[in-house]
């Protein structure tokens, strides 16, 4: 599976942007497709996940009401949704995936993820 990252860019507070990252190769119904970042002197940190149906989603606490995720699976693309936006989200933002048939999207812990796109960065001025 590569992944395939884009939409990062510069906004200023409460701004908006959506990042996309279509997925390639091996794609199937039991492929989960996550969102990551990691901010300057950070460590990478768990942002949302959503599984193939889209049925389950989960979030960062720190995300939750200001982002969204969503896929188009004809497309085999994932989107995520950035509003409110603040200085502190200015990071690297990593697409992976994973292959996972459980219900929901399982750990969001960085290494459970197999696949992962390069970053695209966002950055958020006050």
């Known amino acids: 599976v590569q992944l395939q990252a884009s939409g990062g860019g510069s906004v200023q507070a409460g701004g908006s942007l959506r990042l996309s990252c279509t997925a390639t190769g091996r794609t199937q119904s039991n492929l989960l497709m996550g969102w990551f970042r990691q901010a300057p002197g950070k460590e990478r940190e768990f942002v949302t996940a959503?599984?193939?149906?889209?049925?389950?989603?989960a979030y960062a606490d720190f995300v939750k009401g200001r982002f969204t995720v969503s896929r188009d699976n004809a497309k085999t693309t994932v989107y995520l949704q950035m509003n409110s936006l603040k200085p502190e989200d200015t990071a690297v933002y990593y697409c992976?995936?994973?292959?996972?048939?459980?219900?929901?999207?399982?750990?969001?812990?960085?290494?459970?993820?197999?696949?992962w796109g390069r970053g695209t960065l966002v950055t958020v001025s006050s």
């Open positions: 992976a995936a994973k292959y996972y048939s459980r219900t929901g999207v399982g750990s969001p812990s960085a290494p459970t993820y197999a696949y």
């Open positions: 959503i599984t193939w149906s889209g049925g389950s989603t």
